[in-house]
């Protein structure tokens, strides 16, 4: 619903006029009413001063993603990032793109900042939260340090939050900084983790604990679910107890639920899958001197003898087992298919047709897709974006699938709102308030 950005140099200095768009919510959406709360955006403030999609999409190419462009937020990468490929995949644009073609590439500072906590903290604040745990959350980091933040999560006052804190980082440790913006090329983590001569490499990821700062050593094991991925080994654990299970039981240990891993007796999963392209925060074992093991309360010693008795295991093909995909049911609804396959270059030029046609020529436009879901989109794509395109039988369609949509998303919605509306503030019962006139101005037609 908002989208901001502004472009630097590589010493984060501002270049031109931060960019700061709402992108108009279409009317087969309801929102999540908490999230509103976080925003303060409702649907009609979108509707009112908010582009299409479409016009977004294209805006965001002419003044952001120009080549050479290094595209970099926090906590994007596995967030975000999301987002953009879903959105550009509905309308058109080839998702993956945007992040590596004509030199431009991705980053992320989030797992930056978890890696320079933990081995090279100094000179730089870092907060804790109101249990005394350590946080990295991107409003603290900021107050910490004195660094602006005016109103986190607003778009345009988080970027510059993250562009605040990545020169911190940068000035504060520089070589560090300047290792880690090499990993955005998977070519060279690859070069660290790497199964061909498999070493120790410390890694630091959101997915380790937030007591020991998000790090750990770690040992690449075994080829991962995708060619871009390894199974690799967190060291900080003895492998012995894991060595003697059945493929289902590791299966099953690592998909615990919530319930099953508050249990006194429950052992952390100790592997996980990295991807190379996701800009993972890794380093050589040689990086973790005697603070940094004190600060991530694991030894080298502790290490070297996880290590030998991994190497002995023979936990890789159980493991592999493990992460090998099974496949997920696939996905009734056509914009929610957008990992079911990429898509083809035979139909590349009809997408950029479709981009480049304007609202009466699609009204009459009917290229002969190769992939199925391209054709399914195109209906959802006129709908959203240019709606007097529609043909009668078109319109039906669209309003049939709006109000199977929203049959089935009104009555959670509803509920959500009257379970906010008994602890709402005075500023949240107006969010409410809009966020109902939204149902009901959306809400289809009785027959």
């Not at 000179?123 to 939260?129: A, E, T, Y």
């Not at 991962?224 to 492998?239: A, E, F, H, K, N």
């Not at 603070?291 to 003898?305: G, P, S």
């Not at 590349?348 to 399914?376: C, I, N, T, Y």
Request: charged share 30%.
């Amino acid at each position: 619903m908002q989208f901001a950005g502004q472009r630097t140099d590589m010493d984060f200095n501002p270049v031109g006029e931060p960019v700061n768009m709402l992108v108009a919510l279409t009317e087969e959406v309801l929102p999540d009413p908490a999230a509103v709360f976080i925003t303060g955006i409702t649907p009609q403030h979108t509707r009112d001063e908010g582009f299409s999609e479409a016009d977004f999409l294209k805006r965001l190419h002419e003044v952001m993603l120009t080549p050479g462009t290094i595209i970099l937020g926090f906590n994007t990468v596995r967030f975000d990032d999301e987002f953009m490929r879903y959105t550009l995949y509905r309308n058109f644009y080839d998702p993956y793109e945007w992040q590596w073609k004509d030199g431009r590439s991705r980053w992320d500072v989030l797992d930056v900042v978890r890696m320079t906590r933990a081995l090279r903290p100094d000179d730089i604040k870092w907060p804790v939260d109101a249990a005394g745990q350590p946080t990295n959350r991107l409003e603290l980091l900021t107050a910490a340090n004195g660094l602006d933040h005016e109103s986190a999560h607003d778009a345009l006052s988080d970027v510059r939050a993250t562009i605040a804190v990545a020169k911190l980082i940068k000035d504060k440790q520089p070589k560090l900084f300047a290792y880690l913006l090499k990993l955005r090329d998977k070519k060279e983590v690859a070069k660290l983790v790497s199964l061909d001569d498999p070493q120790p490499f410390v890694y630091a990821s959101g997915q380790y604990p937030k007591g020991n700062l998000h790090a750990t050593v770690a040992y690449p094991l075994a080829p991962g679910s995708t060619p871009s991925s390894v199974i690799v080994y967190d060291l900080r654990y003895d492998p012995t107890p894991w060595i003697g299970k059945t493929v289902k039981q590791l299966k099953d240990s690592r998909f615990a639920t919530a319930e099953q891993r508050q249990a006194p007796d429950f052992m952390p999963f100790p592997a996980k899958e990295l991807a190379y392209n996701k800009c993972p925060a890794v380093a050589p074992l040689g990086v973790l001197d005697a603070a940094a093991q004190e600060r991530v309360h694991l030894d080298l010693a502790t290490v070297e003898q996880h290590l030998a008795l991994l190497r002995r295991s023979g936990l890789a093909d159980k493991l592999r087992d493990v992460f090998a995909r099974d496949g997920f049911p696939a996905a009734k609804d056509v914009d929610a298919q957008l990992y079911d396959g990429f898509i083809g270059e035979a139909d590349k030029g009809r997408m950029s047709a479709v981009r480049a046609a304007d609202e009466r020529s699609l009204a009459d436009f009917h290229p002969d897709f190769v992939d199925p879901r391209l054709e399914q989109l195109l209906l959802r794509y006129k709908a959203r974006n240019f709606p007097r395109s529609l043909s009668q039988d078109e319109r039906a369609a669209w309003e049939t699938y709006r109000a199977e949509r929203l049959g089935a998303d009104a009555p959670g919605f509803t509920k959500t709102l009257r379970a906010l509306a008994n602890r709402a503030t005075d500023e949240q019962q107006f969010l409410l308030q809009e966020l109902q006139l939204w149902l009901e101005s959306i809400a289809p037609e009785a027959d």
